[in-house]
């Protein structure tokens, strides 16, 4: 079975940066499509930033020139690099993944098959 395991969250203050990871382990990693996304209370979740299976990767534009994303097929691994942190950045980060036959990237939430449980970023002085 899937299972995904993010780390990384935690608090920093405005302007900082933060630096997620998630490990999927349960199957063969390189056959996913992975992407990250986040949610606020009261609020839908969103997506922040995917990355394919060959590597092409497409961010939210709160998130372009701020964040990176990349992966480690060896390691089974996405991670998301967060710079310039605003308050607005606060919320619960969680990774996805959808098992995909072709290279393409996925940002809707109904699409994805297995999550991970979250990490919490907080953004504040």
């Known amino acids: 079975q899937v299972q995904l395991m993010e780390s990384g969250g935690g608090s920093v203050q405005p302007g900082g940066s933060l630096r997620l990871s998630c490990v999927l382990s349960g199957d063969t990693y390189s056959r996913y499509s992975m992407t990250w996304f986040r949610q606020t209370p009261g609020r839908q979740r969103e997506w922040v930033a995917a990355?394919?299976?060959?590597?092409?990767?497409s961010y939210a534009d709160f998130a372009e020139g701020r964040f990176i994303v990349s992966r480690d097929n060896a390691k089974s691994t996405i991670l998301l690099e967060m710079n310039n942190l605003t308050p607005e950045d606060t919320a619960m980060y969680y990774c996805a993944a959808k098992r995909s036959v072709i290279a393409a990237l996925y940002l809707s939430a109904r699409e994805f098959d297995f999550w991970g449980q979250g990490t919490q970023v907080t953004v504040s002085q």
């Open positions: 990355i394919a299976s060959d590597g092409d990767t």
